[in-house]
């Protein structure tokens, strides 16, 4: 079998160190009585333009890519420079493989199949017949061979003719004969020889070499790696110091054979192969590894008689703990090799353990009094949320519907969440549990009881007020600052997702003002978790947002613990200047407003930063288009006192009246001709508004007022109670109380004359403007 000639350009060394070239031809390796010779034929006129032997003594050199340099035995310097890397690189190959072993190899006619090219036959049975026969005199030329295999269709032809061969189980019997005869040299050349199989990285190849009754020799064979520094007793652990633990008997020895052949190839992979630095040929087991874990989980999930007795022996109350943490070991790591399965088998996998009531079963032991249990069932139950999250929502929704439930799994999962005596590993994967559960990407939108609406309606009614209890209770002692981390990133996450549940329990709860509580901790990572939570509100850029936090001086505890940190260079001054970065750049002009006319003159005495100075400069800016643009001036405006907007439930009686004349003096500035009057100790009526320009008069409408009122273009005359409880409604009273009130004060104007009248949106005390 004749290799394919390669295009080569060969050039010689004269005496004046210059390159002369001489000619290109087609180069070929041949070997005769075991030395290998490189030729050269011209492409003009197929002369031999080079003829060299490969020997031990003559230095090569490979320089770049496609050059081969070297000095024959008269001291003549000769240049191969080839048209194609890979033909240089096979010629390389074998140049190195006879300097690395001092000697010509006995390969035969092993060097056309190089390339890919020059393999005529389409089997390996040409192959075959040139495999250097398995003796210890032959050990150095067959490591020797497998090394110059390197493409992938050159390792496939090898691997076969390998296990044609029977080549593993004699390269076994050698290894036994060397080492009760102690051969160290003939061992070392063995191990060497196996990590290049291991490198072929074929799946028939692995199944011949680790059988039940060969593993152990194969792993044998890499305790006498010549790179080691000490002799490792691989077989002396696997065989006697391991012990397997079977949490229900297997009846199938074709499983139970499967389960240890995986865990030796596993200790191989993990252990063996790096201790030897061959971290690089650990990859190719993989894919072995890979089908071996599918198999287990196919075996295991068809015999439905284990998998019952497994779960019963989960829910059963007698269950030792010892035997209940095994069951719960045995399922993760089931679950961790089911991640390899395809995703409709695995889907398959999943629906068949939850027909088992596997949730119910992990549910019990998530209440059991250890918190390795409850970690190990939880991590599990994690797996099921992960891969079939509307399983996990179905379940919560049945017990939502059952009378005799008295601890429901969310209960159970909150407490986990917020228990001050789990480890800060634990919190996080409760975290995560509910981050993909509440998710919104991957909850059902089909006609379903698990979709979206109703999973969050049963969460946001039965669940958040356990969650955010650490939040309302920050000012009493003994919580734990890790608790209060996680609540708060997990809020996080539900401002970001789910805006209008999470909106109407920030309102009712008034539950930024308790993070931002947060801010005079002493725990600096919670005034950073209040300040992401905060930021995350801004990001949102959702005015019903911004008033909320304009309305309650919000911004003063973040503002406070500014000028607490005095100017130190640290996480908490970064993210504070980034908030208020935020508010500039995106150009949130309510916020803008809000902090330079409340804060602007102590902001403006910061100079290490231009934050504030840019601020300030965009705060202007806007001021001054306003009154280019003749923008209209809010009755809001006019209120100088934040107590005279929103009165707070604690606060006196006394603080909740409005000064209907300070009112009044207030729009005199604008035109505004308004009659007031007191109604009781709580709320006032504007009865009547008049102007210049009354035509163009407009009531504004926003999502925190739902009221409705009638406006007449000339002569507006507006009755309406404007608060109940205080003068801003932010939601804290009852939705029933807001209609009863709605039908109570909603007062019906006269039509005067051919007046055209037009029903808009009302609100509670809030924008009356003049365009």
Not at 100 to 112: A, F, H, K, P, R
Not at 179 to 188: G, K, P, S, Y
Not at 624 to 637: A, F, G, S, V
Not at 736 to 751: A, H, L, P, V, W
Request: net charge negative; aromatic share 10%; proline share 3%.
């Amino acid at each position: 079998m004749a290799n394919v000639p390669k295009r080569v350009k060969l050039y010689l060394l004269d005496n004046d160190q210059q390159w002369i070239d001489k000619g290109t031809g087609r180069i070929i390796c041949t070997s005769c009585a075991n030395l290998y010779s490189l030729k050269v034929h011209s492409e003009l006129d197929d002369s031999i333009l080079l003829d060299t032997d490969i020997l031990p003594d003559i230095s090569f050199e490979k320089q770049q890519e496609t050059l081969i340099l070297w000095c024959d035995k008269n001291e003549n310097e000769f240049a191969l420079s080839f048209q194609e890397k890979e033909a240089c690189e096979a010629i390389w190959k074998v140049i190195r493989s006879v300097a690395d072993e001092g000697e010509s190899v006995e390969m035969g006619n092993i060097l056309s199949v190089i390339e890919e090219s020059d393999v005529q036959d389409d089997d390996s049975s040409s192959l075959l017949s040139d495999l250097p026969s398995v003796d210890t005199n032959n050990l150095k030329s067959i490591n020797a061979m497998i090394r110059l295999f390197k493409t992938p269709s050159q390792k496939e032809k090898l691997s076969e003719a390998i296990i044609k061969a029977n080549y593993v189980p004699k390269l076994l019997d050698i290894f036994c004969e060397c080492e009760n005869d102690a051969n160290f040299e003939c061992l070392e050349y063995i191990c060497e020889i196996f990590k290049h199989i291991v490198t072929l990285g074929n799946c028939s190849l692995f199944e011949e070499m680790f059988k039940k009754d060969r593993i152990l020799d194969v792993v044998g064979c890499f305790e006498y790696d010549k790179c080691g520094r000490t002799f490792k007793r691989h077989r002396e652990f696997l065989s006697q110091k391991v012990q397997f633990k079977e949490v229900m008997p297997v009846l199938n020895p074709s499983l139970l054979d499967r389960i240890h052949q995986t865990y030796r190839i596993q200790y191989f992979q993990d252990v063996i192969l790096p201790s030897i630095n061959a971290v690089d040929e650990s990859v190719f087991l993989s894919p072995f590894i890979y089908l071996n874990k599918v198999t287990i989980v196919n075996l295991i999930q068809e015999d439905k008689i284990f998998l019952s007795n497994v779960f019963k022996l989960l829910s059963g109350k007698s269950t030792s703990a010892v035997k209940r943490k095994d069951v719960l070991l045995f399922l993760k790591e089931l679950f961790s090799f089911a991640q390899n399965l395809q995703p409709a088998p695995r889907e398959i996998f999943y629906q068949n353990l939850i027909e088992l009531k596997i949730i119910h079963s992990l549910e019990l032991s998530m209440q059991i009094n250890s918190e390795d249990i409850k970690l190990c069932a939880t991590e599990v139950i994690n797996f099921i949320v992960e891969h079939s999250p509307f399983s996990v929502r179905k379940y919560m929704l049945e017990q939502a519907n059952m009378i005799s439930v008295s601890n429901p799994l969310i209960v159970i999962l909150i407490n986990g969440l917020t228990s001050e005596t789990d480890s800060e590993h634990n919190s996080s994967i409760y975290l995560l549990f509910f981050k993909l559960l509440l998710n919104p990407e991957n909850m059902e939108s089909s006609l379903t009881k698990t979709d979206k609406t109703d999973f969050l309606n049963y969460f946001y009614k039965n669940a958040i007020d356990i969650i955010i209890e650490p939040i309302l209770n920050i000012s009493k002692d003994g919580l734990d600052k890790k608790c209060l981390a996680v609540v708060l990133e997990l809020l996080e996450f539900c401002v970001e997702h789910h805006s209008y549940y999470i909106r109407n329990v920030i309102l009712h709860k008034d539950l930024v003002r308790h993070v931002l509580k947060l801010m005079k901790s002493q725990y600096k990572v919670l005034a950073l978790s209040a300040l992401r939570f905060i930021k995350k509100i801004i990001a949102l850029k959702n005015e019903f947002y911004n008033k909320y936090i304009i309305h309650g001086d919000l911004l003063r505890p973040v503002i406070e613990a500014f000028f607490e940190n005095q100017g130190r260079y640290n996480m908490l001054d970064s993210a504070i200047l980034d908030m208020f970065e935020f508010i500039r750049t995106e150009e949130l002009k309510s916020l803008c407003s809000y902090v330079m006319e409340h804060f602007g003159e102590v902001l403006d005495n910061v100079q290490y930063v231009q934050t504030f100075k840019s601020l300030r400069h965009t705060y202007e800016r806007n001021c001054l288009r306003n009154r280019e643009k003749n923008i209209p001036i809010y009755l809001e405006d006019c209120f100088k006192s934040k107590d005279s907007l929103c009165c707070n439930t604690s606060e006196d009686e006394s603080k909740k009246k409005l000064n209907s004349e300070k009112i009044c003096d207030s729009v005199e500035n604008f035109g505004i001709d308004m009659e007031i009057e007191n109604t009781d100790s709580d709320t006032i009526k504007i009865l009547s508004v008049d102007s210049p320009k009354s035509r163009n008069i407009v009531l504004d409408r926003t999502p925190i007022f739902g009221k409705f009122g009638r406006l007449r273009r000339s002569g507006v005359t507006v009755a309406r109670n404007l608060c109940r409880k205080r003068l801003v409604d932010y939601g804290f009273d009852d939705d029933d109380e807001d209609e009863d009130n709605e039908n109570g004060t909603q007062i019906e104007e006269q039509r005067q004359g051919k007046e055209e009248t037009t029903e808009l949106p009302f609100m509670k005390c809030k924008r009356i403007r003049l365009d």
